[in-house]
């Protein structure tokens, strides 16, 4: 998976937990990305990190929050998991933003119950 | 936003035969890519193309960027073509936007 790293990769947990889930780089790219994948809705864009301690908003961003302290991760974390929230996550990066290719993970499998 | 939509949702076909995935945008797009999910989700990225022509080996894509839609040429399909084909895009903006995907599914 091109040095991109998800863990965990597979998840279940209750409603109202709080759950993390990290993406680790070793590409050293600038940009990094979370979408969700459901049926029927392709990949979503949840957040996305242009920079160390600098990210941005995407369609679904609402109950998710991120966090990018170094180049090489970026955290996505649900403070209380919701049952609307299971889902394949999957973080991919990109070495110069919108103008280049994106390479995504192998993805987490999240359940919440 | 940007809307996207791909043709057809899904796609049978038998090995050896050709197919064409169709990929419109609601507005322009100056950053169009195209991905492959195989049938244990791993997502490859395939062309990054936000305008012309590109090809490799039996896979090629066209953009017509001023009539805002793309097209990804499959040719003498083989099983390991199957999976979910994705076109996404974006203009002047890191966000890209993802369709619905079409399924394609190849039998021997």
């Known amino acids: 998976d091109a040095g991109i790293t998800q863990s965990p990769r597979h998840k279940v947990t209750e409603t109202g937990t709080p759950v993390t889930l990290r993406c680790h780089q070793t590409e050293n790219h600038r940009y990094m990305y979370w979408y969700r994948q459901d049926p029927g809705h392709g990949l979503r864009l949840i957040h996305y990190?242009?920079?160390?301690?600098?990210?941005d908003k995407g369609e679904v961003s609402d109950g998710y929050s991120v966090s990018r302290s170094k180049t090489e991760d970026f955290l996505l974390t649900l403070e209380s998991a919701t049952s609307s929230q299971t889902s394949v996550y999957f973080c991919a990066i990109s070495e110069a933003g919108g103008a280049n290719v994106l390479t995504f993970g192998a993805g987490s499998r999240l359940t919440v119950l | 936003g940007i809307q996207v939509e791909q043709s057809p949702p899904d796609l049978i076909l038998q090995e050896g035969a050709n197919s064409t995935l169709r990929c419109n945008f609601s507005d322009s797009v100056n950053n169009l890519q195209w991905f492959h999910q195989n049938p244990w989700g791993q997502l490859i990225n395939l062309f990054y193309?936000?305008?012309g022509t590109k090809q490799n080996g039996r896979l090629s894509a066209t953009t017509v960027a001023t009539e805002r839609y793309s097209l990804l040429y499959i040719s003498s399909s083989q099983t390991t073509d199957s999976g979910v084909y994705f076109c996404a895009g974006a203009y002047n903006t890191d966000k890209l936007i993802f369709g619905t995907g079409t399924r394609l599914q190849v039998f021997p």
């Open positions: 990190s242009y920079g160390v301690k600098d990210t």
């Open positions: 193309i936000p305008s």
